[in-house]
């Protein structure tokens, strides 16, 4: 089993910043791949972010790219979603997600999930 817990959301202007981290309990945090993904009100869950075991390998949604960086510390069993030049649009319930595979831009790939943390932008 592996505990996943988000923090840093909140409320922020349109253009700015914010750093969403996850902790990881549990099961050794470096054989898994992790992804960030988010779910607005009214719409499915989507992809986000995602990053391998050794953090080498990265993939973003094209909506994100050049604007979100996601990052890992495997001392600190933590992953990382800096979120930069931030849009109304990017509103939503972002969760952390671990998969024993591969980094994958599929929810139904990953094992265990975060409860969430709330971003909102205002315009």
């Known amino acids: 089993q592996v505990q996943l817990v988000e923090s840093g959301g909140g409320l922020v202007q349109a253009g700015g910043s914010l750093r969403l981290s996850c902790a990881a309990s549990g099961r050794t945090f470096s054989s898994y791949a992790m992804g960030w993904f988010r779910q607005a009100p009214g719409k499915e869950r989507e992809f986000v972010a995602a990053i391998s075991l050794s953090g080498i390998v990265t993939n973003y949604a094209d909506s994100v790219k050049g604007r979100f960086t996601v990052s890992r510390d495997n001392r600190k069993n933590t992953v990382y979603l800096q979120m930069n030049s931030l849009k109304p649009e990017d509103t939503a319930v972002y969760y952390c997600?671990?998969?024993?595979?591969?980094?994958?831009?599929?929810?139904?790939?990953?094992?265990?999930w975060g409860q969430g943390t709330q971003v909102t932008v205002s315009s």
């Open positions: 997600a671990a998969s024993s595979g591969v980094p994958n831009l599929t929810a139904r790939k990953y094992d265990y």
